[in-house]
């Protein structure tokens, strides 16, 4: 069974540009879930979408946003790129959600933003 | 909205030794703890998770302990070995309640000298 892919792994944007990445989760789940991970602050939850719904969102502004397909692939999106916002940004798939069960996370797209 | 504080950020141990890990959660209603490796450059991973009907399980070297009365729930491994040092994360959700989301602590990175 091949396991969470994403795309890119890395990439380099100046400020003010936005990014889009991409994420293709294990076959046959449904829940995928997005983290923010930097230096001493950790995993932070950013949203998660099952079923092509948005079913949790974190604490971030309104610049990330997401979305996820029929076939259950995701993309989240970061408009207005700020410094703060180079991390490793990984993402999860689950079969009901991670809330319950087992995360399985992708390589993460190290973002750097210039 | 519920946050989970881990504790210590950093911890060495000489390999044979014990490894201790706490973390504290604020919502009661939580009922999901999971505690997740992610070794230097690589995807985090399972270890162990708890659920809050549970007060102890264990895996091999590896155990987690949960007090609902506190919010506190702990990992602990036993004789550690070399290919234990990695970064520990723990979190917590309460699954089917107002957030039905993972929340992770800021992590512990675990080295364990030979």
């Known amino acids: 069974k091949a396991g969470v892919t994403q795309t890119p792994r890395y990439l380099i944007k100046t400020r003010g540009q936005q990014v889009t990445l991409s994420c293709s989760p294990i076959s046959g789940h449904r829940s995928v879930s997005w983290y923010q991970q930097t230096p001493g602050q950790g995993l932070q939850f950013l949203f998660e979408?099952?079923?092509?719904?948005?079913?949790n969102k974190g604490n971030f502004p309104g610049r990330f946003s997401g979305r996820q397909f029929s076939n259950s692939r995701s993309e989240m999106n970061v408009s207005t790129l700020e410094l703060g916002d180079s991390a490793l940004y990984l993402c999860?798939?689950?079969?009901?959600?991670?809330?319950?069960?087992?995360?399985?996370f992708g390589e993460g797209s190290r973002l750097t933003v210039l | 909205g519920e946050n989970v504080e881990q504790h210590p950020s950093t911890l060495s141990v000489q390999e044979g030794d014990s490894a201790v890990i706490k973390c504290t959660y604020s919502d009661s209603a939580s009922n999901y703890f999971p505690w997740y490796k992610q070794e230097l450059g690589k995807r985090p991973q399972l270890i162990i998770d708890?659920?809050?009907?549970?007060g102890e399980k264990k895996d091999q070297r590896i155990a987690v302990t949960l007090n609902k009365t506190a919010k506190h729930f702990s990992l602990h491994i036993t004789e550690t070995q070399p290919e234990d040092s990695a970064v520990y994360f723990c979190a917590a959700s309460d699954y089917g309640g107002s957030q039905g989301n993972l929340i992770f602590g800021k992590g512990t990175k675990l080295s364990v000298k030979p």
């Open positions: 708890i659920r809050s009907n549970v």
């Open positions: 979408y099952f079923s092509e719904t948005q079913r």
């Open positions: 999860a798939s689950s079969s009901s959600g991670g809330a319950s069960g087992e995360l399985f």
